[in-house]
């Protein structure tokens, strides 16, 4: 059965869309580091990839990886893939309550209409409009980083949208080491989608790969909020060794276990 190995790729998006770029601004981990994966927690990740042989030298098992991709200090991405559509209708339906309030009856003393309508405004929050450019958020309103509903006006701390892997492409795909794509799955924490490859591990050796990631910036256009999309790129590597399928308790060839006779 193939092997699963995880790829974690955080990205600060703040300081990458400032900067234009994810140099320095990505770090990736692997669930190898204990198997000799170089690099945790840089951007300079070097996977380690076993790879391992029968007998007559034909391949014994594959090695699956998955990219993760995650922004740095934005909401968690273990909340539930519905949670800002709940919170939009939730601060909907608290505005309307606050403007039925203000209709029925008139302002409180000390406080008049446009005090109270400036409050329902703010919290119904800023409503991002969406857009056929980016394979990002649709229409959403904008959050700040504790999840709660904010009217955006240029200048408030905002949470990004997570970063999306757009292709996998470069040196190990080019020469047929890994065969990436695109899959669907229920899992809530990856919203449906992610990549993964599936990788020749009977050819060692160490080799590059790009990934094409699209980040959004918060942008306004003719009076509207949208997200613009900013497509960026990933360099990283993975390392195959290669040695003989072994008995994982005898340390040596496939056969029977040495228990001595009764």
């Known amino acids: ?39 945790q927690g840089t951007g300079e990740l070097v996977t380690a990839i076993h790879g391992s042989y029968w007998r007559d030298g034909s391949q014994a098992s594959e090695q699956v990886l998955n990219w993760l991709p995650y922004s740095l200090g934005s909401i968690p991405p273990t909340v539930p893939r519905g949670y800002q559509a709940d919170r939009a209708r939730q601060t909907d339906q608290q505005a309307l309550s606050e403007l039925s309030a203000m209709v029925q009856k008139p302002p409180n003393a000390g406080t008049d209409a446009t005090t109270q309508l400036t ?15 980016t394979r990002g958020p649709a229409a959403q309103k904008v959050l700040d980083v504790t ?12 949470s990004y949208p ?25 899992d809530m924490v990856t919203d449906g989608w992610y990549w993964s490859a599936t990788v020749d591990s009977t050819r060692p050796g160490t080799y590059g790969y790009t990934m094409a990631i699209q980040l959004h910036r918060l ?15 990933c360099e990283s590597k993975i390392r195959i060794s290669s040695e003989p399928k072994r008995n994982a308790f005898t340390k040596s060839g496939l056969g ?4 001595p006779p009764a």
């Open 1 to 39: 059965m193939p092997q699963q190995l995880a790829i974690i790729v955080l990205v600060d998006v703040g300081n990458a869309l400032e900067m234009k770029t994810l140099d320095g601004n990505t770090y990736l981990f692997d669930n190898m580091r204990l198997h000799g994966s170089e690099g």
């Open 119 to 133: 409050h329902i405004q703010q919290t119904i929050g800023t409503r991002v409009r969406s857009t056929k450019r």
């Open 147 to 158: 999840g709660n509903v904010i009217s955006y006006d240029g200048s408030a701390a905002h």
């Open 162 to 186: 997570p970063p999306v892997i757009t292709d996998v492409y470069g040196e190990a795909v080019d020469k047929k080491i890994m065969y990436p794509a695109e899959y669907g799955s229920p």
């Open 219 to 233: 942008l306004l256009q003719g009076g509207d909020w949208t997200w613009e999309p900013v497509d960026l790129t």
């Open 256 to 259: 029977l276990l040495p228990i």
